[in-house]
């Protein structure tokens, strides 16, 4: 595939930072990747020099320049909270001391808690809650690949991971300290049997940790999974059926 051309570059970028592009998107109910952003914000990096910038009291030294234009774009910024150039915050968004990547896209009224990353790449959607401590994964290479993906309504607890691509459907609660990767099993032990998705948690799908034996050489040992333990109640109000389900399941935020 050709190299994109500088001035490509610059657009794709400009593009992303507005909103008007997207890493990925869902079309007719499928995400799909915009390889092409990738490639961009990859090619972006390798463009650019480093510089030194000075906002207020503090001084950086990078390649990608910081967000702007926050009151315009309707988003509450608390200090020291930081948005890279090229990522996309919708109208309504709070970030509290949080760290957002170039190529993110954040959805409507979504809360990126205190010391929250949302990685390169990563799709948010509107009215999410990152906790405190959440780590959301940033996947640009290879080109292609599907960056992290947390659907509307979801909420995820202090200190969950979500990295390499997995999808948390809408509405999903995922419990504190949960981690969720593309080869960690998540099982639903709701019914007579355990049913494993990798890479995906369904909708309303409530998620505590767990663990499960495995076999080795040397022994047996237990190796991290996620476990469906319940779903949450769509037809109650969001925020009435996130706190029944937080509570009757032990979860907190």
Same mark, same amino acid.
Request: negative net charge; contains cysteine.
């Given at each position: 595939?050709?190299?994109?051309?500088?001035?490509?570059?610059?657009?794709?970028?400009?593009?992303?930072?507005?909103?008007?592009?997207?890493?990925?998107?869902?079309?007719?109910?499928?995400?799909?990747?915009?390889?092409?952003?990738?490639?961009?914000?990859?090619?972006?990096?390798?463009?650019?020099?480093?510089?030194?910038?000075?906002?207020?009291?503090?001084?950086?030294?990078?390649?990608?320049?910081?967000?702007?234009?926050?009151?315009?774009?309707?988003?509450?910024?608390?200090?020291?909270?930081?948005?890279?150039?090229?990522?996309?915050?919708?109208?309504?968004?709070?970030?509290? =001391?949080?760290? !957002?990547?170039? /190529? +993110?896209? *954040? #959805?409507?009224?979504?809360? &990126?808690?205190?010391?929250?990353? %949302? @990685?390169?790449?990563?799709?948010?959607?509107?009215?999410?809650?990152?906790?405190?401590?959440?780590?959301?994964?940033?996947?640009?290479?290879?080109?292609?690949?599907? =960056?992290?993906? !947390?659907?509307? /309504? +979801?909420? *995820? #607890?202090?200190?969950?991971? &979500?990295?390499?691509?997995?999808? %948390? @459907?809408e509405q999903a609660v995922i419990g504190p300290?949960?981690?969720?990767?593309?080869?960690?099993?998540?099982?639903?032990?709701?019914?007579?049997?355990?049913?494993?998705?990798?890479?995906?948690?369904?909708?309303?799908?409530?998620?505590?940790?767990?663990?499960?034996?495995?076999?080795?050489?040397? @022994?047996?040992?237990?190796?991290?999974?996620?476990?469906?333990?319940?779903?949450?109640?769509?037809?109650?109000?969001?925020?009435?059926?996130?706190?029944?389900?937080?509570?009757?399941?032990?979860?907190?935020?």
């Open positions: 595939m050709s190299q994109l051309s500088r001035e490509r570059v610059e657009e794709v970028i400009a593009a992303l930072d507005r909103g008007e592009t997207r890493v990925a998107e869902r079309v007719d109910g499928k995400w799909r990747v915009n390889e092409e952003a990738q490639r961009a914000i990859l090619e972006y990096f390798r463009l650019r020099a480093l510089e030194p910038r000075e906002v207020g009291p503090f001084e950086y030294h990078d390649k990608i320049p910081l967000k702007r234009g926050y009151e315009q774009l309707g988003v509450r910024v608390v200090p020291p909270a930081t948005a890279r150039y090229g990522a996309f915050l919708s109208p309504g968004v709070v970030l509290m =001391p949080s760290y !957002v990547n170039i /190529g +993110a896209w *954040v #959805g409507p009224n979504t809360m &990126v808690d205190t010391w929250a990353t %949302v @990685g390169s790449g990563a799709q948010i959607g509107a009215d999410v809650h990152l906790s405190g401590g959440v780590g959301i994964g940033g996947v640009l290479e290879p080109p292609g690949a599907r =960056p992290v993906i !947390v659907e509307d /309504g +979801a909420f *995820v #607890g202090s200190r969950a991971a &979500v990295v390499e691509g997995v999808v %948390v @459907g300290h949960v981690t969720l990767g593309a080869s960690i099993p998540v099982i639903d032990v709701t019914g007579p049997e355990p049913v494993e998705h990798r890479g995906y948690v369904p909708p309303r799908a409530i998620v505590v940790p767990g663990t499960r034996p495995k076999e080795f050489p040397a @022994g047996t040992f237990n190796l991290a999974c996620a476990l469906i333990i319940g779903w949450r109640d769509a037809s109650t109000d969001l925020r009435v059926s996130l706190n029944a389900a937080l509570r009757e399941h032990g979860l907190s935020g």
